[in-house]
């Protein structure tokens, strides 16, 4: 198999390789690689500058990637010194500047923390997590210093101090290592009386040659202790995000991972030894000497050289990769054979699957089975007979309102997970007016490409301060529709703001802190203290540009005209730019046409067309080129070509929204278990391709079903 060598997107820079803790369970000093003993102990200036330069090189040869993360590590990183991390720090921002964001983190064990140091990550823009592993008793079990004693004391208070209101933007949140000897319930609760911003889980790095401590009974310890805590924190309202759990939620949700420890994801991360080697993630010391040893030095070699080295390459193959066990588990899109490292035993390397496999089974079984999006939908919106009018292509009334109730759902979930990842002012405004007007807000989250920047967010493909002007925008839709009082402010370097399903303003440079404010059903901009009431022909010129957004009405369907949504791309063909009044005006009699058309030719598609659709987003066409595509994260937006005739545009709209139901269904069930038997069944539903050439391999028994209702 021939894999193409990928850039990376994390970058883990070891400052310091010595620790001021001696814990027993680290894969640093305590697991079969030692070539610590052989690195500086602290990083010199030469391998800094090179490992910036370096860094600032790949993201120039990777445009694709938006948002570089750098993990600034040890041993114990603060032993470097404030001065140097402030200094590198510094040397990476001034190398990515206008190359691309910067996510800049560090893992401490918190024992030098004080306020000095909070001041300068504060100023660095550095965001720490802490390593604390529960209650005192569960952290000085492992997490102690070298003359046996304790860090519980001095952990806690560098947590409080990191998290108090003067420092709390510098809290990465808190990283805790699992031992079943600990009771869970106990750990979960001692970590959440911190008020983390987030939680990370970790497994304890082992591998077949060298497993995990096991009490003799239950077999599935770890899964075990982790389902109590998994319980307990979705019981308690899900208070702040967990790393782990929110991977096993969205990868029965069909979404991405977000550790590199689950799912089929390719690995994106990379480490710089404080020597200036690079090599493979840390985890790989528990497998063997020199595992992780790629022979590439930042001194001499690109990142882009050591992307090409085996051990790279044999990590993004996907199921391919995996041993045959892994292959043939109902289980392996979610779990994806477990942390790489994990996989090792002496004789066929990593072709075994995880020493953790039957805890990871276990684990993933009790998410799935839990109440969530994908349950709550199935159960309580599609009945059989519902399932069955829609996979034959048609789709009756009670199904298509069941599909509109499923997707609020999973659209809910999504912005309740964004809340949780980015919380602030925004997300507690939002939070504040779903609790007293649901209704209304409800109404604001119907807007489709909210789904779009949603997935984009969770996935990091956003800066975080765009997600939370988004959350603004949102909850001042929410509060126009209430006849709320909101008032909000936004950084001075929003270009745009739009307010979903009410317009976009753009914005003069002005370099004003902008204050977006809703009053009675109307919408206010604020800039340098100053508000003026929308729309902008009644406002001063500073206060930007009002854009409405457009709808069409065609008898029983409104539909927006999405010409202004920053997150309205994502189809086959480049979005058109806001249409002027004419181009508008074509539009709307062209669309206004081709629905009548609609009733009259396909009557059987005009239900699901009036109940479905929402949004409809001009395409630039080339060559007459006709395009109908439905979003995969926007349900109810399709991306539309205007052709010449009324006649080719009805039947454009009527595939598309042939495309939102089909993309709907894959939304709510697995159909099938590989992209080609996908493809495949969208082609038959689409009318492409006869239902009696769909092959079942690959599809799963409601992919059968759908395979047996198109072909009746």
């Known amino acids: 198999m021939t894999v193409e060598a990928r850039g990376f997107r994390q970058f883990v820079l070891k400052v310091h390789s010595r620790c001021d803790l001696a814990c027993d369970h680290c894969y640093v000093y305590r697991h079969a690689d030692q070539s610590w003993r052989r690195r500086p102990r602290v990083v010199p200036d030469a391998v800094v500058t090179a490992t910036v330069s370096r860094i600032a090189e790949h993201a120039r040869a990777h445009p694709e990637v938006p948002r570089l993360h750098v993990i600034l590590h040890g041993g114990e990183p603060l032993l470097a010194g404030r ?17 691309c964001d910067l996510d800049l983190r560090m893992q401490t064990n918190g024992l030098l923390l004080d306020e000095d140091v909070c001041a300068m990550l504060v100023r660095e823009g550095i965001r720490a997590g802490i390593s604390l592993d529960g209650d005192r008793a569960a952290n000085d079990r492992h997490r102690r210093r070298s003359d046996g004693t304790g860090s519980y004391d001095a952990v806690v208070r560098a947590v409080r101090l990191i998290g108090s209101p003067r420092y709390r933007s510098a809290f990465a949140g808190l990283l805790c290592t699992v031992d079943v000897e600990n009771d869970p319930i106990t750990v979960y ?81 990379v480490v710089v030894e404080t020597d200036g080697e690079i090599e493979q ?6 497998a063997e000497q020199d595992a992780p040893r790629t022979g590439f030095h930042v001194l ?30 109902r289980v392996v899109r979610i779990c994806g054979g477990g942390l790489y490292g994990h996989r090792h035993r002496s004789g066929n390397a990593f072709d075994n699957p995880s020493v953790y496999c039957d805890d990871l089974f276990r684990l993933i079984g009790h998410v799935l089975r839990a109440p969530g999006p994908g349950r709550a939908v199935r159960a309580h919106t599609l009945t059989p007979a519902g399932f069955d009018s829609l996979a034959a292509g048609d789709g009756d009334d009670d199904a298509l309102r069941g599909l509109l109730r499923a997707e609020a759902s999973i659209r809910r979930m999504l912005l309740a997970a964004v809340c949780a990842r980015y919380p602030g002012p925004e997300a507690a405004a939002l939070t504040r007016l779903d609790r007293r007007w649901p209704h209304q807000t409800a109404a604001a989250l119907r807007h489709p490409y909210l789904g779009a920047w949603a997935v984009r967010g969770l996935e990091g493909r956003l800066r ?70 929308l729309p902008v ?51 709307a009699r062209r669309f206004t046409e081709a629905c009548d058309i609609v009733r009259t030719r396909h009557a059987r598609r005009a239900p699901g067309i009036r109940t479905l659709l929402a949004a ?20 109810g937006a399709l ?40 493809e495949g069944l969208r082609s038959a539903y689409l009318g492409r391709l006869p239902a009696s050439r769909v092959p079942h391999d690959g599809l799963t028994r409601q992919g059968r079903r759908v395979a047996a209702r198109l072909r009746d």
């Open 616 to 635: 409809c987003t001009p395409l630039r066409g080339e060559d007459g080129q006709k395009t109908a595509a439905a979003h995969p994260q926007a349900f």
């Open 83 to 99: 001065e140097r991390l402030a200094r590198i720090a510094s040397a990476l921002r001034e190398a990515l500047d206008g190359v």
């Open 300 to 329: 001499r070699h690109s990142f882009d050289q050591a992307a090409g080295h085996p051990g790279f390459l044999a990590q993004q193959t996907g199921v391919a990769g995996l041993c045959r066990t892994c292959r043939d588990c």
């Open 464 to 533: 975080p301060d765009a997600v939370r002007q988004r959350l603004a925008e949102i909850a001042v839709s929410a509060a126009l529709r209430a006849g709320a009082d909101l008032r909000i402010g936004l950084p001075a370097t929003a270009g745009s703001i739009h307010v979903p399903s009410f317009g976009r303003l753009v914005l003069p440079a002005s370099g004003d802190q902008v204050v977006l404010a809703a009053h009675g059903g109307t919408l206010l901009i604020g800039t340098d203290g100053h508000e003026a009431a």
């Open 281 to 286: 993630a840390d985890w790989l010391k528990t």
């Open 189 to 269: 609760e001692a970590l959440a009386a911190l008020a983390p911003p987030r939680v990370d889980f970790l497994l304890p790095h082992a591998t077949w040659d060298h497993p995990p401590p096991r009490p003799a009974d239950p077999p599935d310890a770890y899964a075990q202790w982790l389902i109590r805590v998994y319980d307990r924190w979705r019981d308690r309202g899900r208070p702040f995000p967990v790393r782990l759990f929110d991977s096993l939620e969205a990868g029965r949700d069909g979404r991405d991972s977000f550790t590199e420890a689950l799912g089929l994801g390719s690995p994106d991360l």
């Open 639 to 678: 991306g539309l070509t205007l052709p010449e005739t009324a006649g080719s545009l009805a039947e454009l709209i009527v595939e598309g929204v042939q495309q939102v139901k089909f993309n709907a269904l894959l939304d709510l069930f697995d159909l099938a278990t590989d992209d080609e038997a996908v």
């Open 537 to 587: 022909a009644r406002a001063p010129d500073r206060a930007g540009r009002w854009e409405p957004v457009r709808r069409i009405v065609a008898g029983e369907l409104r539909v927006l005209l999405e010409d202004g949504d920053p997150y309205r791309d994502g189809y086959p063909a480049t979005p058109s730019p806001r249409l002027d009044d004419a181009e508008y005006g074509l539009w």
